[in-house]
C-alpha cells in the first residue's frame, strides 16, 4: 500500500508563486511515475505535469513555462513549483503515482486559491 501527502497549497495574488509538495511512503517501486492533477469546481480532474524515475517530464499546456515538476527519488517526494500563477490555477491539486499498468494511487489533495 502506498500512502500520498501534499503540502505547500494556500492563498497567493496572481502572478505570485507556490510550491508544492508530495511525500509518498509505503511499497513503492523503483520505476515510477509521478504525477500533479487539479480539479477546479464543478469541473473534471485534469493533468498538470508527470515525471518518471528517471527524470523525464510531461506538462499540460496550460502550465507549460509557468510550471516545473521535479523529484527527489532518495526521499519518494515529488514537487510542483508553480510560478506567474493565474486566477484559473485555483483548484485542488493531487498528486498521484503510478507504477505500471495496474497501480496507482492519489493522495488527498491540496487547495490552491489565486485571487486577481
Known amino acids: 500500500q502506498v500512502q500520498l501527502v501534499e503540502s505547500g497549497g494556500g492563498l497567493v495574488q496572481a502572478g505570485g508563486s507556490l510550491r508544492l509538495s508530495c511525500a509518498a511512503s509505503?511499497?513503492?517501486?523503483?520505476?515510477?511515475?509521478m504525477a500533479w492533477y487539479r480539479q477546479a469546481p464543478g469541473k473534471q480532474r485534469d493533468f498538470v505535469a508527470a515525471?518518471?524515475?528517471?527524470?523525464?517530464?510531461n506538462y499540460a499546456d496550460s502550465v507549460k513555462g509557468r510550471f516545473t515538476i521535479s523529484r527527489d527519488n532518495a526521499k519518494n517526494t515529488v514537487f510542483l513549483q508553480m510560478n506567474s500563477l493565474k486566477p484559473e490555477d485555483t483548484a485542488v491539486y493531487y498528486c498521484?503515482?503510478?507504477?505500471?499498468?495496474?497501480?496507482?494511487?492519489w493522495g488527498q489533495g491540496t487547495q490552491v486559491t489565486v485571487s486577481s
Open positions: 498521484r503515482l503510478i507504477a505500471g499498468a495496474y497501480f496507482s494511487s
Open positions: 509505503g511499497s513503492i517501486t523503483r520505476f515510477n511515475t
Open positions: 515525471i518518471t524515475s528517471p527524470g523525464s517530464t
